[in-house]
């Protein structure tokens, strides 16, 4: 069940980023072909977001409130700045799939830490080598499986 809910969470945030990338209505088949899970997963999230008025239907269209609309910019500025941080070290692509996944779970404070360390110069040195006192984690050289793993051991940049 908690499984279910969770599912439900991330693909109500995937039809918001959608609709606030294209800044459009959408329609239903957009939307269900756009996000790949089950119909019933997807009705559940649409009737979930016009519940909170962050959506609403006119006719077979989806579109945008403006409460919504303030949802959307939010989740698709947290995915921009997780894909420019993975663009550093993979192929656009890949960039950018690592961004729809990390969007879910990465925190607010994570994504100003991430913006911070953009502008960061300093040279790094491996994690063996690191001590607290020396300075903080900006950069994980890493694989998709392996950052997930890392971050769910509580290790993270900042």
Known sequence: MAEDSNVLRIVKEDILRILGEVKASM???SIRLDVNVSDIFISNALKELEKEHLIRFNDNLVSLTKQGEANARDIVK?????????????????????????????????????????????????????????GLIVDINHNVGLFERMISMGICLG
Do not use: C, M, W
């Open 27 to 29: 329609s239903l088949e």
């Open 78 to 134: 947290k995915h921009l700045v997780i894909e420019d941080y993975f663009k550093k070290t993979k192929n656009e692509r890949d960039a950018h799939e690592a961004a729809h996944i990390f969007e879910h779970y990465i925190s607010t404070e994570a994504i100003d830490t991430i913006k911070k360390l953009s502008t960061s110069r300093k040279k790094g040195i491996p994690l063996t080598e690191f001590k607290q006192e020396e």
